[in-house]
């Protein structure tokens, strides 16, 4: 492992697909704070390519090579959903930190493995939920629980795009956990819950595509009224079969917070406050793909020696996939392993 005192975080790559080489880009916008160390594959030619283009000092030609790698710090999972939970396990058991694409697992019970095997070895865990650590839905949250606008009645969120691929690709693959709401309705889920926590009631609706995997799903979420706040609800909407404005919205007593695109790099904050006559509008950039901010949250983590964010905290990972597993139950979803 690095020295605690060295200058860089020694990051791992396990898998080479898109979504690794996007945070690999956004590690090199990070030099005085991170090391790309390697890169691990189960193809030993895939590993020397990513290498060669992303510059990493190294590559493995198996994720077990990788996660006994002693100059790697934290892992970056980037493998399917389906392989989130054995390669994660395979890292934690190495003694690595972890760094998980969405959804952490496709199941709860894998979750709470997990995490309770990260809990017992004292290592660093977080699901890579890249908008919870972006400046401006922080900003959001806090202006939120701060009671400024009042109580929150009704959060709207939404995700999805038309995809015209083959029925082989990981997002239509039963065998790869493919489908929309484990796809694309992680981040409305995830977006509701940092605003009301984990719901009551979960009423779901939605279709299937012809392999079996939902392609489309709606829920309302419904949230009972406590000795804090009053009772509330949610509608969350996620599809792979029509372009959405992906806009989530806070509905307050006193106001509201809205975004455009806030999955897709949010530029702009947009809050209204009763009884004004113009709302106020915050701005703010994401350098490269968007993924520095989460990179540097898990390294200050790591530095401070703690073994979860609490901008992406296990105990909202672990409601969110309960969330998602109750949605899914809802639509008639295939069940998943480890349920």
Not at 137 to 143: D, G, K, S
Not at 251 to 265: A, E, I, N
Request: aromatic share 8%; glycine share 8%; proline share 6%.
């Amino acid at each position: 492992m690095t020295e605690p005192d060295a200058p860089t975080t020694g990051w791992g790559i396990l898998s080479t697909g898109h979504i690794a080489s996007v945070l690999a880009k956004d590690l090199a916008l990070l030099p005085d704070e991170a090391t790309l160390v390697a890169v691990g594959s189960r193809s030993a030619d895939k590993a020397a390519a990513f290498a060669a283009e992303y510059g990493v000092r190294r590559s493995h030609g198996s994720y077990e090579e990788l996660a006994a790698d002693p100059d790697v710090d934290v892992v970056y999972v980037a493998s399917p959903h389906n392989d989130h939970f054995p390669s994660a396990k395979l890292c934690l058991e190495g003694g690595q930190a972890v760094l998980v694409e969405k959804p952490l697992t496709v199941a709860p019970a894998q979750a709470e493995e997990l995490l309770a095997l990260a809990q017992e070895r004292g290592l660093f865990v977080m699901e890579a939920m890249w908008t919870r650590t972006h400046p401006l839905i922080r900003h959001a949250a806090e202006l939120v629980a701060s009671g400024e606008l009042g109580d929150v009645r009704h959060v709207d969120a939404q995700f999805g795009f038309a995809f015209d691929g083959p029925d082989s690709h990981r997002l239509l693959d039963p065998a790869q956990a493919g489908g929309a709401i484990l796809d694309a309705g992680v981040y409305p889920v995830h977006a509701v819950n940092l605003f009301l926590g984990e719901p009551e009631d979960v009423l779901g609706y939605g279709t299937a595509a012809s392999t079996g995997v939902d392609d489309h799903a709606a829920a309302l979420l419904t949230y009972p009224a406590t000795s804090d706040r009053p009772a509330a609800t949610a509608s969350v909407l996620c599809t792979l079969r029509a372009g959405l404005p992906n806009r989530l919205a806070v509905y307050c007593t006193k106001g509201r917070v809205m975004f455009d695109d806030f999955y897709l790099r949010p530029a702009e904050l947009t809050v209204w406050r009763d009884g004004t006559d113009a709302p106020e509008e915050l701005l703010a950039s994401w350098p490269g793909g968007g993924y520095t901010f989460e990179a540097q949250e898990v390294m200050r983590c790591l530095r401070a020696g703690e073994v979860e964010s609490p901008l992406v905290p296990w105990a909202d990972t672990l409601a969110v996939s309960r969330t998602l597993s109750r949605w899914q139950d809802a639509v008639g979803a295939p069940a998943r392993t480890g349920a």
